[in-house]
């Protein structure tokens, strides 16, 4: 299987202030296809998962541009410009390249 | 607007059986696959496998082929995930998601707990 890694588990942010999660890959995620099937998601508290961000850096419809996505390879961050209230919640990394798909084991983001 | 709406909480005793649903509307729900995602208490998220409706093809993870099964009706927009004999440790929510790879839209979540 793809382990996805992601750096760090907790992640305490004041309001306002930008924040950045690391996911990396223990393959390439690069598909057969030339595209590379990255997602990031978060999940608020009691809420189920939301995705954010799909093929590394497109951002879904409805996501405040705060929200961004880069990388490639094996290498994938996403970040936050400036952190609101609402972000608070656990954010996660999939690869949707391999079989089967996998996830990071998850970002917590809370507001110091 | 893309729905998927899954069946309430569950509670069984271990060695029960049970099947959970997950209805599709507002798209083409044969054209798309779904997946069942688990979430174990204060954990993360794991792929348990994933259907096409439109011609039931499956795809297991390998840690989950033949712990669960996995199966739809296009007929009625629904996809299910069924166990035989529920263990303890089956004890979780599980979601659906629409798509192979994109998981871009997920039901509410099915809390399954399993204690005797």
């Known amino acids: 299987d793809v382990v996805m890694t992601q750096s760090p588990l907790s992640l305490p942010v004041t309001l306002g202030q930008p924040a950045s999660i690391s996911c990396r890959s223990s393959q390439s995620l690069v598909h057969d296809d030339g595209n590379t099937y990255l997602n990031w998601f978060q999940q608020r508290p009691g809420q189920s998962p939301r995705r954010l961000i799909y093929e590394v850096s497109n951002r879904d419809s409805g996501v405040p541009d705060r929200f961004s996505g880069s990388g490639s390879g094996t290498d994938f961050t996403l970040r936050i410009s400036r952190v609101e209230a609402e972000d608070v919640g656990v954010y996660y990394c999939?690869?949707?390249?391999?079989?089967?798909?996998?996830f990071g084991q998850g970002t917590k983001v809370e507001i110091k | 607007d893309v729905q998927l709406v899954q069946s309430g909480a569950d509670m069984k005793k271990p060695g029960e059986s049970l099947k959970i649903s997950c209805r599709g509307s507002g798209y083409s729900f044969a054209n798309y696959w779904i997946a069942w995602v688990r979430q174990m208490p204060g954990r993360g998220l794991e792929c348990l496998g994933i259907?096409?409706?439109?011609?039931?093809?499956?795809r297991y993870s390998p840690s989950f082929q033949g712990q669960v099964t996995i199966s739809a009706d296009k007929s009625i927009s629904t996809a299910y995930l069924q166990w035989s004999s529920l263990k303890a440790s089956d004890s979780a929510i599980y979601y659906c998601?629409?798509?192979?790879?994109?998981?871009?839209?997920w039901g509410q979540g099915t809390l399954v707990t399993v204690s005797s």
């Open positions: 259907i096409y409706p439109g011609d039931s093809e499956t």
């Open positions: 998601a629409r798509g192979a790879s994109m998981f871009d839209y």
């Open positions: 999939m690869q949707g390249t391999h079989w089967p798909r996998t």
